[in-house]
């Protein structure tokens, strides 16, 4: 016999009651190396697992985020009836910021941040929270640098131009030698447009004033103007 075949299976309606996609609303139940449970329903606990905590942040332990009785959101991931498993996410709840990174940061643009790591083969950056690119030690200077750490250390301000952007490896080029040649590219044309500028206006001027004098001359003179006498 068995007495929990009279009731009906609970996780059999749950797939339909909770598609994925659908918004909860729960206390976390207990806390684990690998993550949350939270609870859904009465005798129904959904997991959160490590990876579902954060986009960007390295979450080592969940009980560095929460602990037990909060109450959290969470979406929906699936529902395994067989196994009576509830996936859930956190961070499903918002978009991916590496989806959009190449909209916010697009190849050219310029960045600074912070140094958060001086390895030997180049400089980490805090382009945002839980977002970091990386300056070669190629791209440091148009000089050769052996070694990163003679020049910079972690806590740093530091400006460099994004070179390209990998969403899938969560990637970030950065060079702050591309971003030196930049700014002289950009100062050499705003001096050769002030040039270019300059000379226009003195032309301009100087044709102007010989109208001017034009429509104004008399017979005297302009025999003065060409050296002659009255």
């Given at each position: 016999?068995?007495?929990?075949?009279?009731?009906?299976?609970?996780?059999?309606?749950?797939?339909?009651?909770?598609?994925?996609?659908?918004?909860?609303?729960?206390?976390?139940?207990?806390?684990?190396?690998f993550g949350l449970?939270?609870?859904?329903?009465?005798?129904?606990?959904?997991l959160v697992q490590?990876?579902?905590?954060?986009?960007?942040?390295?979450?080592?332990?969940?009980?560095?985020?929460?602990?037990?009785?909060?109450?959290?959101?969470?979406?929906?991931?699936?529902?395994?009836?067989?196994?009576?498993?509830?996936?859930?996410?956190?961070?499903?709840?918002?978009?991916?910021?590496?989806?959009?990174?190449?909209?916010?940061?697009?190849?050219?643009?310029?960045?600074?941040?912070?140094?958060?790591?001086?390895?030997?083969?180049?400089?980490?950056?805090?382009?945002?929270?839980?977002?970091?690119?990386?300056?070669?030690?190629?791209?440091?200077?148009?000089?050769?640098?052996?070694?990163?750490?003679?020049?910079?250390?972690?806590?740093?301000?530091?400006?460099?131009?994004?070179?390209?952007?990998?969403?899938?490896?969560?990637?970030?080029?950065?060079?702050?030698?591309?971003?030196?040649?930049?700014?002289?590219?950009?100062?050499?044309?705003?001096?050769?447009?002030?040039?270019?500028?300059?000379?226009?206006?003195?032309?301009?001027?100087?044709?102007?004033?010989?109208?001017?004098?034009?429509?104004?001359?008399?017979?005297?003179?302009?025999?003065?103007?060409?050296?002659?006498?009255?």
């Amino acid at each position: 016999l068995g007495l929990k075949q009279v009731i009906p299976n609970p996780w059999v309606a749950l797939k339909d009651k909770y598609p994925a996609g659908t918004v909860i609303h729960g206390p976390v139940r207990n806390v684990t190396d690998f993550g949350l449970f939270v609870e859904v329903e009465e005798g129904i606990d959904g997991l959160v697992q490590v990876s579902d905590l954060h986009w960007t942040k390295e979450v080592k332990h969940p009980s560095e985020l929460y602990k037990k009785g909060d109450v959290v959101e969470a979406k929906v991931l699936g529902v395994d009836v067989q196994n009576q498993r509830l996936s859930l996410g956190i961070k499903q709840l918002s978009v991916d910021p590496w989806q959009v990174i190449a909209e916010r940061y697009p190849v050219g643009s310029k960045i600074k941040g912070e140094l958060t790591s001086v390895p030997d083969f180049g400089v980490f950056v805090r382009v945002e929270e839980g977002v970091e690119g990386l300056v070669h030690v190629s791209q440091l200077s148009q000089e050769r640098v052996d070694k990163p750490s003679t020049l910079y250390k972690v806590g740093d301000a530091i400006e460099a131009e994004v070179l390209h952007i990998d969403k899938q490896q969560r990637r970030i080029g950065l060079s702050v030698r591309a971003l030196k040649k930049t700014e002289e590219r950009q100062e050499m044309e705003n001096y050769l447009k002030k040039e270019r500028e300059g000379a226009k206006f003195s032309f301009e001027s100087i044709l102007n004033e010989e109208l001017r004098l034009d429509r104004e001359e008399t017979p005297e003179t302009s025999d003065k103007r060409k050296g002659g006498n009255p």
